[in-house]
T-cell receptor
Framework: DVKVTQSSRYLVKRTGEKVFLECVQD?????MFWYRQDPGLGLRLIYF???????EKGDIPEGYSVSREKKERFSLILESASTNQTSMYLC????????????FGSGTRLTVV | SQQGEEDPQALSIQEGENATMNCSYK?????LQWYRQNSGRGLVHLIL?????REKHSGRLRVTLDTSKKSSSLLITASRAADTASYFC??????????FGTGTRLLVSP
């Protein structure tokens, strides 16, 4: 069964900590995405990547960075966590052809205290 | 940037009834997709409709697309309690980058 795996389901971090959220897909997809989901705001795109070592800013990249050293892994980094980064983080992947939908991971609920 | 806006924000129906959700968007698109999210989980892809298609079916799902009005609708027929979830439309304006709406919360009561 193909899937996208996010390393943590729940995470609690302190303000100022550097936080790593990991995402791994086993479908050999070229595209990978990081979204955050907040009540009333829906899903907002943070960063995405079309290939290894490539990254593009989404709509809300401030305070985040990403790394894609291998095709199957896309990491989201919170350089210095703040309370306004408390959110549900969703990773997704898709093949390069645009007629396929995304496959999402189960999400990481991050709380910054 | 929020491209899609779903309507209604919340919908409550009885099992066996049909549920209709609407989505409006702002710019030209390559395709429009619908996703389901069970509480606190990731999203699951339901159906994709291309910009040159007007209607598409998948099981109990029927999606329509009106590009002149920049709107789409998702119809779930003969709803079941297991259909209780949030439903999101998402638009692909190019480069496979999806922009999601804020979702419709559907509650199906037994």
């Amino acid at each position: 069964d193909v899937k996208v795996t996010q390393s943590s389901r729940y995470l609690v971090k302190r303000t100022g900590e550097k936080v790593f959220l990991e995402c791994v897909q086993d479908m050999d997809h070229e595209n990978m995405f990081w979204y955050r989901q907040d009540p009333g705001l829906g899903l907002r795109l943070i960063y995405f990547s079309y290939d290894v070592k490539m990254k593009e800013k989404g709509d809300i990249p401030e305070g985040y960075s990403v790394s894609r050293e291998k095709k199957e892994r896309f990491s989201l980094i919170l350089e210095s966590a703040s309370t306004n980064q408390t959110s549900m983080y969703l990773c997704a992947s898709s093949p390069s052809r645009s007629l396929y939908g995304y496959t999402f991971g189960s999400g990481t609920r991050l709380t910054v205290v | 940037s929020q491209q899609g806006e779903e309507d209604p924000q919340a919908l409550s129906i009885q099992e066996g009834e049909n549920a209709t959700m609407n989505c409006s968007y702002k710019t030209s698109i390559n395709n429009l997709q619908w996703y389901r999210q069970n509480s606190g989980r990731g999203l699951v892809h339901l159906i994709l409709i291309r910009s040159n298609e007007r209607e598409k079916h998948s099981g109990r799902l029927r999606v329509t697309l009106d590009t002149s009005k920049k709107s789409s609708s998702l119809l779930i027929t003969a709803s079941r309690a297991a259909d209780t979830a949030s439903y999101f439309c998402a638009t692909d304006a190019g480069f496979q980058k999806l922009v999601f709406g804020t979702g419709t919360r559907l509650l199906v009561s037994p």
